[in-house]
């Protein structure tokens, strides 16, 4: 499609292409189209951020950016030159700040609604945070057609789509805004602030710019090409295009550059030129990375009754796409689809191939730090910090077309911590993700630090809890629970495994949205069902329920994750007098990375994980997808936990050794408490009221083992409610092989018998 009527033999033309245009590795990384995140310009003022900035780098250089905010459907800068000043954020996980415009701005808006309501742009948003109201304006998404990225949004009951480009004349680029509006009433766009006076006549605006230090004079200019009675106005610094009502196919050109050097550019301005209109940009275009990555599995082996196998990331990739694992879910067809936190989706197939290899298969990128993968119905959901997306593969091809933002209500700030995590879906099709706290933990918007639920049909969001700092991970389970981690840190004195009730409030002051006691009665919040000492997890990750015959002796018990450990364990819940609580032990593997992310194949029936390393974390990978494959062989561990005011009931997988399992110095209990405060984490406790520190030993008096064997019973004087408990034994099955392990429980009420 030709943008610009021909004025000259060096006119040149963006057009998609198969192959990646010129210049589109940006800092050693081919992301796609586009690139989301919180974008922070100091133009056309200071701390101009786009909360979910949407990056566009248009022209054959790929060296004019134009970033969208979603939030207020504008654009907030444009410039030409460097990208974004990223540090590292885009080749590992640190705590980043925003990345910054790097290159030399063009235009830009004040933040602020980017259309009118009613002819006014006052920004009615509370605490001027989020989107605006959806009677006013809504981002639906956004398509890809080979390098062209088109926007769709409505205004009011207007549909609309919006191309940006970029065309050239000699040395002179011209940033383009390609519209169709379909409108019942008229509408007014802000095109860029803060300019001088001036007139616009005829659809054309051109302003000398105040000259600064010793650069040449400089101009701006500004022409709606195309379209039925619109009209460029300047109102106090603010262009404007004002559109009438109907269907309107325009496009609005913009440049910015020396004086001397605008008469071919006020030419090319002048032009009429044909516009088809933007519907054959969303039906889908052939693909922009075709060729599949392949990789070897390695297969796990050892004697014991689950193995790891590890299937080999697509490392290296012809993009230097990075491969920190997020999140994950199975396809109908077995394949799975997995996310990255640097913003892509890959599809992997060959999980099930007896020979091990794998086909890895780019889907989609651009993403705004993915940390959550749901399949529903075969399609892909992704939990995004600045929206839940769902992604369209419009033609087929194994790609990604149609980039939907399915709800984008969640408010973003530019704290690095505040992370959107998992993502989850009850039997309604609701969906629920945990939404991580600022750090430092100074609240800024309603949302951090809460659970959150999405419509099955994305048009309502709402918090389900709040208090929670740092969320990573959760788990829906056949009987409705629904449980979410969280970390050590304020108001954390350990990491910890919550059972999640509607309004429930379940620590963290900071992230309290109202519902945290008074000072007198601080400790009156929801407690979790299990604590963990730091010695077994230091980051919490997400929990998986065992769906599957096929795994063992664990069906329909809750696993759980630890992203910093890298650790896998087994919960044994109990209910007592209507309270959960739950102990846990360590499965005996290694996984490469730190493990987040746990879902039970429908095809193999066996448990995958995917994990990443990052700050706090034992992982020497960027990114890991394991399987823990049971191999059929005995299982050793404990199966369920019952305490009661007499001592701890213990059942075994298999049966035990009496003589060794009825040996009471073949068991070690300790306890011991932490203290709930403003302060990271907390100490161990023997007594939190003289802040002795340490273990309290108790003893076992006496052992007795079930006619079952087992079962067994370990008679413990004194026993009493505590936040942590470790009970280690050293035992032997029937069969003599070693039963060796810890169990760390906590006790809320203890049942009579």
């Known amino acids: 499609m030709k943008l610009f009527a021909s004025v000259a033999a060096s006119i040149a033309l963006t057009v998609s292409s198969l192959a990646a245009p010129a210049g589109n590795t940006l800092d050693g990384i081919e992301r796609g189209p586009y690139f989301t995140g919180t974008i922070k310009s100091g133009f056309p003022a200071a701390n101009n951020f786009a909360m979910k900035g949407v990056v566009v780098s248009v022209g054959a250089n790929r060296d004019v950016h134009v970033c969208y905010d979603t939030d207020l459907m504008r654009v907030s800068v444009a410039w030409t030159g460097d990208y974004l000043k990223f540090g590292k954020s885009q080749v590992e996980i640190v705590h980043p700040q925003p990345p910054e415009v790097a290159g030399k701005p063009i235009f830009g808006t004040q933040v602020g609604p980017g259309w ?235 999980l099930d191939s007896k020979d091990g290899k794998l086909s890895w298969k780019r889907f989609a990128t651009g993403m705004f730090q993915p940390l959550g993968l749901k399949v529903v119905n075969g399609q892909i959901f992704v939990t995004c910090r600045d929206q839940l997306t769902r992604l369209h593969d419009l033609n087929g091809d194994g790609e990604a077309d ?59 969001m709402e918090i389900v809890a709040t208090g929670l700092r740092a969320p990573n991970g959760s788990g829906l389970g056949p009987n409705g629970w629904l449980t979410v981690s969280d970390n050590e840190g304020h108001y954390m004195p350990a990491s910890k495994l919550n059972l999640i009730r509607t309004g429930g409030f379940y620590g963290m002051r900071q992230t309290a949205h109202g519902k945290a006691p008074p000072d007198d009665k601080i400790n009156d919040y929801d407690q979790p069902i299990c604590w963990l000492p730091k010695s077994q997890d230091n980051s919490s990750g997400g929990q998986a329920w065992v769906t599957s015959k096929q795994w063992g002796p664990f069906e329909n018990h809750l696993l759980f994750t630890s992203y910093g450990m890298g650790t896998l364990f087994h919960v044994m819940t109990e209910e007592v007098d209507g309270q959960v609580q739950a102990g846990m032990t360590p499965f005996p593997l290694k996984f490469p990375s730190g493990t987040m992310r746990g879902r039970f194949s429908p095809k193999d029936g066996q448990l995958y994980l995917t994990g990443l390393r990052g700050w706090q974390t034992r992982g020497t990978r960027d990114g890991a997808l394991t399987r823990v494959r049971y191999t059929g062989k005995p299982v050793d561990m404990p199966h369920s936990l019952h305490v009661t005011k007499q001592g701890v009931q213990i059942t075994f997988t298999r049966e035990l050794d009496t003589a060794t399992a009825a040996d009471a110095a073949n068991w070690a209990i300790e306890r011991w408490n932490y203290i709930y405060s403003s302060g990271y984490g907390s100490k161990e406790y023997i007594d939190t009221a003289t802040k002795k520190e340490g273990h309290e030993k108790l003893d076992v008096t006496s052992v007795t083992v079930a006619p079952d064997k087992k079962t067994v019973f370990l008679a413990i004087p004194d026993m009493k409610p505590v936040m942590q408990m470790k009970v280690k034994f050293n035992l032997k099955a029937a069969d003599g092989a070693p039963v060796s392990q810890e169990i760390y429980n906590t006790i809320h009420k203890l049942a009579a018998k």
């Open 402 to 460: 149609f980039y939907e933002c399915f709800n984008n209500d969640t408010v973003v700030t530019p704290n690095y911590h505040e992370f959107c995590l998992d993502l989850q879906t009850d039997t309604a099709g609701n969906f629920y993700y945990g939404k991580g706290a600022p750090w430092p933990p100074t609240v800024q918007s309603p949302h951090q630090g809460t659970m959150i639920k999405i419509a099955k049909d994305g048009s309502k």
């Open 116 to 350: 009118a309501k009613d002819g006014k742009f006052d920004d009615v948003r509370e605490n001027k945070q989020g989107r605006l109201p959806t009677e006013w304006a809504k981002y639906r998404g956004l398509y890809l057609n080979g390098w062209n990225v088109v926007l769709k949004y409505t205004v009011g009951a207007a549909d609309v789509l919006e191309m940006p480009g970029q065309e050239t004349v000699g040395e002179a680029k011209i940033v383009t805004r390609t519209f169709d509006v379909d409108s019942k009433t008229p509408q007014t766009l802000l095109i860029c602030d803060s300019v001088p006076a001036g007139e616009a006549k005829g659809g054309r605006l051109t302003l000398d710019l105040p000259i600064a230090g010793s650069e040449p004079a400089q101009t701006i200019a500004i022409a709606v090409q195309g379209g039925q009675g619109i009209a460029l106005a300047n109102e106090n610094g603010r262009v404007l295009a004002k559109i009438p009502a109907g269907k309107q196919s325009f496009r609005v050109a913009l440049w910015k550059g020396a004086k001397t050097d605008f008469a071919p550019v006020e030419a090319a301005l002048s032009s009429a030129p044909k516009l088809a209109g933007l519907a054959a940009q969303t039906k889908g275009a052939p693909g922009r990375w075709p060729q599949p990555v392949l990789t070897q599995a390695t297969l796990g082996t050892g004697d014991g009754p689950y193995v790891v196998d590890d299937f080999t990331p697509p490392v290296p990739n012809p993009w230097n796409s990075k491969t920190f694992f997020s999140g994950f879910d199975f396809l109908p067809d077995g394949r799975a689809a997995v996310s990255c936190f640097h913003g892509d989706v890959w599809i992997v197939s060959g």
